[in-house]
């Protein structure tokens, strides 16, 4: 089996990356795009990783019937397989999406979130994309899943520090991120639970042990908190309200028909 639970945050990163710069289009994957600097090179996509993991799902694909299903479909299938084999809700997504042509460096530093996204921003990024306030927050419950590097959180850490941490939890983050030559690899755990899908991380978050600024606000601000203590207390609500969102941000802007391409090979474009 290429996919296990392990790689399921990698995966899940991947799908959701892809799907905002410029919709679900597979320009993640694109090493060369007419002599610009693609998407994998942008600072925002520090950490993306399962990009060799889509290779080789589309080589076996290939082998069998070439090119029927584009590197954009196996991204968002690949993601969905990950959270149902880490235990969360299998989703029945469409397929059909077309590969894009371009990849662009500037459209991800751009269209990327910041590691330390506001509310106010979350809520409009989701919203663009007809995602529910409800649906936004049970995406960002994908952080049940995965790491966060150093880097994306130690200003929190920083006197006179995020007194939305609980002690014990900043504590230990200090040991963990002590050297800030190192932030590029060290890292910590999103939730106690780090390869289940599960509602964990919500009830985390609640009790002060949000990883990243996003984790802690939505904690706490009153538009996003209500659903917080729900998902935290119900997790089949949190799987139902995933799922929706996920469908809803997996068909965002997608190339269909006689748009773009269905590459041979995910890192280049078609001769």
Do not use: W
């Amino acid at each position: 089996m290429l996919i296990d639970p392990s790689s399921a945050a990698a995966l899940l990163r991947l799908a959701f990356h892809d799907c905002q710069v410029d919709g679900c289009d597979g320009s993640v994957m694109l090493s060369y795009s007419n002599g610009s600097l693609t998407e994998t090179e942008s600072d925002m996509n520090f950490g993306v990783r399962k990009l060799d993991l889509i290779d080789g799902i589309k080589r076996s694909l290939e082998r069998i019937c070439r090119q029927t299903v584009s590197c954009a479909d196996i991204i968002q299938l690949a993601a969905r397989d990950g959270v149902h084999l880490a235990g969360g809700p299998y989703i029945e997504i469409l397929t059909g999406r077309r590969d894009s042509k371009l990849s662009r460096k500037e459209r991800a530093d751009k269209q990327l979130p910041a590691a330390d996204i506001s509310v106010d921003k979350f809520i409009k990024l989701f919203q663009q994309k007809n995602i529910t306030l409800q649906e936004g927050v049970a995406l960002i419950g994908a952080h049940t899943l995965g790491i966060g590097h150093c880097r994306n959180f130690e200003k929190r850490l920083q006197p006179p520090g995020d007194p939305t941490l609980s002690t014990s939890f900043k504590l230990t983050l200090l040991v963990i991120c002590s050297d800030p030559f190192l932030s590029n690899v060290t890292f910590a755990t999103n939730d106690a639970t780090t390869f289940a899908f599960d509602n964990r991380y919500f009830t985390d978050i609640l009790n002060g042990r949000g990883l990243l600024k996003i984790d802690s606000e939505i904690s706490s601000d009153q538009r996003t908190k209500p659903y917080v203590l729900g998902f935290a207390s119900d997790q089949q609500q949190f799987f139902n309200s995933f799922t929706s969102g996920f469908l809803k941000l997996s068909n965002h802007k997608v190339l269909l028909g006689k748009e773009g391409e269905i590459r041979k090979d995910c890192r280049f474009v078609n001769n």
